[in-house]
Nanobody
Framework: VQLVESGGGLVQAGGSLRLSCAAS????????MGWFRQAPGKEREFVAA????????YYADSVKGRFTISRDNAKNTVYLQMNNLKPEDTAVYYC????????????????WGQGTQVTVSS
């Protein structure tokens, strides 16, 4: 599976962005998908995840109520809608795919994208 993120950019605090992660290769719908982020000087951290059939979603406490993960299996794409962005959301955002939701939420999915930069100015 190849993953390509897009949609990052520079936005003011309180603004919104929608990230996309397009998958190609093996059957996208078979995989749980997730988003992680890494800020400068910090470790990569979990942001959100979604099961293969969109039946369940999971969020880090820091983004609950502001971010929404969704997927469109017909388009082989997973999305991360980010609202009410804060400067502390500034990071490179990565897409992750794995065989189970447990692997993805713990950052052990087999496949990673190259990342997309999100910068939130105050």
């Amino acid at each position: 599976v190849q993953l390509v993120e897009s949609g990052g950019g520079l936005v003011q605090a309180g603004g919104s962005l929608r990230l996309s992660c397009a998958a190609s290769g093996r059957t996208f719908s078979a995989y749980a998908m997730g988003w992680f982020r890494q800020a400068p000087g910090k470790e990569r951290e979990f942001v959100a995840a979604i099961t293969w059939n969109s039946g369940s979603t999971y969020y880090a406490d820091s983004v609950k109520g502001r971010f929404t993960i969704s997927r469109d299996n017909a388009k082989n794409t997973v999305y991360l809608q980010m609202n009410n962005l804060k400067p502390e959301d500034t990071a490179v955002y990565y897409c992750n795919a794995g065989n189970t939701i447990n692997l993805v939420t713990t950052g052990r999915g087999d496949y990673w994208g190259q990342g997309t930069q999100v910068t939130v100015s105050s």
